[in-house]
């Protein structure tokens, strides 16, 4: 909280056993000290799911049900006080029995280590957020397989037993996320899984030892933890039964071998009393002619979801849709297999550097609000962490801030949105991390950026002598965009408090491309009019100076990695930062060359620059191999 306020005592009745930790925990974050002589509160834990916060003469009361809400009642108190207020009754009514995070702590390489989960978990307690999942497809120790999760930063046992202990003070359930089927490229690929491999990331159905190994990661994933509860995970098993399965077995539909496979998985939950969960999409998919998880000509037998084994929850994952009819239907879509589903919506982190609040707050607000009046009960934010994790955690708090306020209230109050996101922050700005937005959302992207274009990215990493996407962003200003960026958010730095590194780590980016953007643009032009004097201000002023920029934010980028996360993965980082450290040194290689007449041209920057996606306005590319050049630099 803010260091500039007083501590406030107060003095907690009632009864406290299981509640005396946890405040414990969060009374530096609140500045509170609990004293016999301080402010009476009186606290009770009711049936009712409502919460009551009420102050007045001198003394207040707290109402709750369930601990976490204490938590968050116990926040709203102190923010009611802090505000001056000489009375007030608040109530609130929770809406769903689960709401929380689910960090992705695998595909990027960015493992979050136990004093940044420490930090996300007192932040959610004071949310009322009351589960926290981390995504792990090899993120965690499993003693028989010492390849699994080898050099990717893995969660020992301890660590995530002291997690799972810290959480439980503070309310919050700690649920296993894993793999079960499919996703397992990184463990995959060594020869210890072979057998078990039928493709690159999926493995092998109807195999002995496959079952094997997976009653090994799902006894390995529960056993720090006091929940009964598992993610088993089974999305996107894209060419399931088509590899060595085939070769096998000859050819059987998808939906047989989901059964297959998860009937036998269901047999290892059932065993160790298990409740489970899966990603549902593969079941969509395989109803799919076009193999599409929001294909609204999807069609699933009735006697397919017959055979479907039972058992085990259904996770509807959706952060694509806006309107809320596509919500409704699929929901109701995911009602016909026999109970409600679980709903997992995204925080929109995993396209870069910079997360989509335009898409989230879109995609959230009209899934949620289908959520409270479909009935379902269980909610998950996911933060993805694609292609190397490039997007700041902490950038991702007032998403968090956005699913809590949903989770208490049935329509979202945006002023109270915004208030409680400061008093839960420590005093950072909701408008200031929404314009985090604004990197991406540049000069040729709609409002909000729905089409989730991750310009910021293919720009910082293309070779400017090459320009991939110089054709879609010609004409739009970017680098004059990037520069009054900048100054924007220096001044956003200064003043959110604990969290201005994430505007810091946001003004470095934009310095370098307020220079960069648009220096393939300027090299070809000033290359194609033979104008060697401007060539020669970009090789001696322009490039050294980019130079220094990239080296600047490579420097803080480390920093900010190694605050929140363990080292393991930052490799990707230096090789993408390296590669293009080297990609500007040979530009100046290259236009020395051709300015002293060693090469009579230069082909790269003769090539015609063609749309990097057929269409006009700047391009959106996933993934960074295609980013700086045309030649394949990884198998896909």
């Known amino acids: 909280m803010n260091n500039n306020n007083p501590v406030l005592r107060i003095q907690l009745k009632g009864q406290l056993a299981e509640l005396r930790q946890g405040v414990a925990v969060l009374a530096p974050q609140l500045g509170i000290e609990l004293a016999e002589d301080g402010l009476p509160v009186a606290v009770e834990q009711i049936a009712d799911n409502r919460i009551e916060v009420a102050y007045r003469n001198g003394a ?11 938590f968050r009642a116990l926040g709203l108190l102190i923010e009611q006080l802090r505000a001056g207020a000489d009375e007030f009754a608040l ?26 989960v420490k930090t996300f978990l007192r932040h959610q307690a004071l949310m ?20 699994f999760g080898y050099m990717r930063g893995r969660y020992s046992q301890e660590e995530i037993r002291d ?40 493995m092998l159905v109807g195999y002995e030892r496959t079952y094997e190994f997976v009653e090994q990661l799902i006894v390995t994933a529960m056993a720090p933890m006091r929940t009964k509860r598992i993610h088993i995970g089974m999305d996107e098993a894209w060419n399931l039964g088509l590899g060595e399965y085939l070769n096998q077995n000859g050819y059987h539909t998808k939906f047989d071998i989901m059964n297959e496979h998860l009937a036998r998985v269901l047999q290892i939950t059932e065993k160790h009393g298990l409740t489970p969960m899966m990603w549902s999409d593969m079941y969509f998919r395989a109803g799919s002619k076009k193999g599409a998880y929001y294909d609204r000509d999807c069609v699933i037998p009735d006697e397919v979801i017959e055979a479907m084994p039972k058992g085990v929850q259904q996770v ?31 925080i929109w982190n995993w396209r870069g550097f910079v997360l989509n609040y335009g898409a989230t707050f879109a995609s959230t607000n ?19 962490g694609d292609d190397g994790t490039e997007c700041d955690w902490w950038s991702a708090l007032l998403g968090l801030q956005l699913f809590a306020e949903h989770g208490y209230a049935e329509q979202l109050d945006e002023e109270k949105l915004k208030r409680r996101f400061a008093f839960c922050s420590g005093g950072a700005s909701y408008d200031d991390f929404m314009d985090i937005r604004l990197v991406d959302e540049t000069p040729g992207i709609s409002p909000g950026n729905l089409e989730t274009t991750n310009v910021s990215r293919s720009l910082l990493w293309q070779n400017p002598m090459q320009g991939l996407f110089d054709y879609n962003i010609r004409g739009y200003g970017l680098g004059e965009h990037y520069a009054g960026l900048e100054k924007k958010l220096s001044l956003y730095a200064d003043r959110n408090g604990d969290y201005g590194f994430v505007f810091e780590l946001l003004r470095r980016l934009c310095d370098v491309l307020a220079l960069k953007a648009e220096m393939g643009i300027r090299l070809t032009d000033a290359y194609a009019a033979g104008d060697k004097g401007e060539l020669d201000r970009i090789r001696t002023a322009e490039l050294p100076e980019l ?47 051709y300015l002293d007449g060693t090469v009579a041209t230069l082909e790269e920057l003769e090539e015609t620059r063609l749309s990097f996606n057929g269409k006009d306005g700047p391009a959106d590319c996933y993934f960074y191999q295609f980013m700086p050049t045309a030649t394949r630099i990884a198998r896909v």
């Open 60 to 70: 207040a009361v707290i109402r709750y049900p369930r601990r976490i809400h204490f």
């Open 91 to 116: 109530e609130e009514t929770p809406q769903f029995e689960m709401n929380g995070p689910m960090f992705d702590v695998s595909q990027g390489g960015a493992v979050l280590t136990t004093d940044s």
């Open 128 to 147: 009322g957020l009351d589960m926290i999942m981390l995504y792990a497809e090899d993120s965690y120790d499993v003693k028989e397989q010492p390849y």
């Open 163 to 202: 997690l799972d202990d810290y959480a439980y003070q503070l309310g919050i359930e700690m649920i296993p996320c894993i793999q079960t089927l499919s996703h397992l490229e990184d463990v995959l690929k060594w020869p210890a899984f072979r057998d078990i491999r039928d493709d690159k990331e999926t």
């Open 316 to 346: 509807y994952w959706d952060y694509y849709h806006y309107d809320e009819d596509f919500y409704t239907d699929w929901i109701n879509r995911h009602k016909k297999f026999g109970s409600t589903p679980v709903f997992a919506g995204g």
């Open 366 to 384: 009209a899934a949620l609000n289908v959520c409270k009046r479909e009935g379902v009960t269980e909610i998950i934010a996911t933060l993805w």
């Open 547 to 593: 130079t220094v920029r990239v080296k600047a934010l490579h420097k803080y980028h480390r920093q900010c990695w190694h605050r929140t996360n363990k080292t393991f993965g930052w490799d990707i980082m230096d090789l993408r930062y390296g590669g293009l450290l080297l990609l500007l040194d040979t530009a100046v290689h290259r236009l020395g060359d």
